[in-house]
């Protein structure tokens, strides 16, 4: 873990929010080619330092060099994607509806809509992704694509590795001879730092990876602004995971392996990691748990981020472990002299599920409860209370069915994503990815964090009435 932490003064907090106003009138006017040149600059920077950095990013997170190489190459792939919608014109995109004559309603002026960059946007990095979603991860790079400034709140898991990333930005910028506000850093452990970039008038949106109690915070803090922004948080998930009677008839030990393989996927620090499985109560439930539990029993999770990251699941944990008629499967003895995490199990029925709201929350680590359910209608009941999810996984609805197609819109109802094979940890970035979900998962329901689409939250429409060629054609 990283000991040499700095602490961004309030001075330097305006002084970066001030940087980037500063930069914002000639980002937002700047060309597709100039963006596209930048975005492809950085993330061959990011390809060009790979040795040194993933050396420092195992040293600060312990995530293993061969995690840490595959997100590097999953940082530089996104950088480059939003090159190419940059190259392919997406946020130049134009709606022209041209006049009508005659009077209203038919009748109306020539409208043409168009989209204009927001302005500098605060980016939160998160502390399990390093590298994807921190400095010159998913949010920085759809951001500066829509062609707004960054300053990026470095996570204190990862300093040493936020600084020389952001250290190798500002060698990109100086070389391609931008302006430095373009992408701009502030540190600290403190709230002070972030409240105060927050509420600086220069910052025109916040995008947020973390914890429900974070994130939520400083949306108030968005909030009560003389001038409320834009607050793009992804909060946090539990991802249920359905397991229907059709889908244990193959390999039902195959299924248990991948899904154990997912709960434990980097000491369960995955946003999308399942922490909910729901099982019918039958011989056949009861067999897939105990594969669970003995699959799961045996994963051997690398060490969690940070020492406050291991309390708080050790104390969902044992919070979890005193509730009435929760019947623990899984608790290996912990070894204080050890930083890694022992894996976790519980089975409860649906009533104690819906009774216990500490059931539903998200425990962020290698955790999972599993729901027994007698019949569609209680699994329906258990979806229904979860709230609002990243994802919701359904194994063993190929068929078209009645109850199938209930579950399908129940879960799409909950969930920004909805699998119906696989795991859900791993998020592809392509057109269609959808990485956020209804309240409490993210803020805004109807946006993505992951994906071509996260450049929408950074473009606001503008509609131009009988607006001059000259401008339309900018």
């Known amino acids: 873990m990283t000991t040499d932490l700095v602490e961004s003064t309030a001075e330097q907090v305006d002084a970066a929010a001030s940087a980037s106003a500063s930069a914002a009138e000639s980002w937002a006017t700047s060309s597709g080619a100039a963006r596209s040149r930048l975005l492809r600059g950085l993330a061959k920077a ?91 991860g998913g949010d920085t790079a759809s951001a500066l694509a829509a062609g707004c400034p960054v300053v990026v709140k470095a996570h204190p898991g990862h300093a040493e590795l936020s600084r ?62 003389q001038r409320p922004i834009p607050f793009y948080g992804e909060l946090g998930s539990i991802n249920p995971v359905v397991v229907l009677p059709t889908a244990l008839q193959h390999q039902p030990e195959d299924l248990a392996q991948s899904l154990a393989a997912s709960i434990a996927q980097g000491s369960g620090q995955f946003c999308t990691c399942p922490g909910l499985v729901i099982v019918r109560d039958n011989a056949e439930g009861a067999a897939f748990i105990a594969m669970l539990a003995t699959s ?31 019947h623990t499967l899984i608790r ?77 819109r129940v879960a799409m109802g909950i969930a920004g994503r909805v699998l119906f094979s696989g795991v859900p940890t791993g998020v592809a970035i392509t057109a269609a990815q959808q990485h956020g979900g209804p309240w409490p998962a993210s803020t805004q329901a109807f946006t993505t964090s992951v994906g071509h689409a996260a450049l929408d939250r950074f473009l606001r429409p503008v509609a131009l009435q009988d607006a001059p060629e000259w401008l339309v054609r900018l």
Request: charged share 20%; with cysteine.
């Open 332 to 408: 290996l003895p912990r070894d204080p002299e050890k930083a890694q995490p022992t894996p976790f199990l519980a089975v409860v029925d649906t009533q104690t599920f819906m009774r216990r709201h500490e059931l539903r929350e998200e425990i962020f680590g290698p955790a999972c409860i599993v729901v027994k359910v007698a019949t569609l209608d209680e699994t329906v009941e258990v979806l229904q209370a979860i709230e609002g999810s990243l994802t919701a996984t359904i194994w063993g609805a190929e068929s078209a069915t009645a109850g199938n197609l209930r579950l399908a």
């Open 296 to 326: 799961l029993a045996a994963a051997k999770p690398h060490a969690m981020l940070t020492p406050e990251i291991r309390r708080a699941y050790d104390s969902a944990i044992n919070c979890i472990t005193t509730l009435k008629d929760v």
């Open 46 to 136: 990011l390809d060009s330092e790979r040795q040194p950095l993933v050396d420092i990013a195992d040293r600060e997170t312990q995530l293993g060099v061969t995690r840490l190489n595959g997100e590097l190459d999953r940082t530089v792939f996104q950088l480059r994607a939003f090159a190419a919608l940059v190259e392919a014109g997406v946020p130049f995109e134009q709606l022209d509806d041209p006049a009508v004559s005659g009077g209203p309603p038919a009748g109306h002026p020539r409208l043409t809509r168009i989209r204009v960059p927001i302005g500098p946007v605060a980016m939160f990095a998160a502390s399990n992704f390093p590298f994807a979603f921190s400095v010159l």
């Open 164 to 225: 020389a990333v952001f250290e190798l930005a500002c060698a990109v910028l100086s070389a391609q001879q931008l302006p430095a506000g373009i992408v701009q850093m502030v540190q600290g452990t403190s709230v002070d730092v972030g409240v105060r970039l927050v509420r600086h008038p220069a910052i025109c949106a916040v995008a947020f990876t973390g914890s429900f109690k974070g994130g939520t915070a400083l949306q108030a803090q968005a909030n009560v602004r």
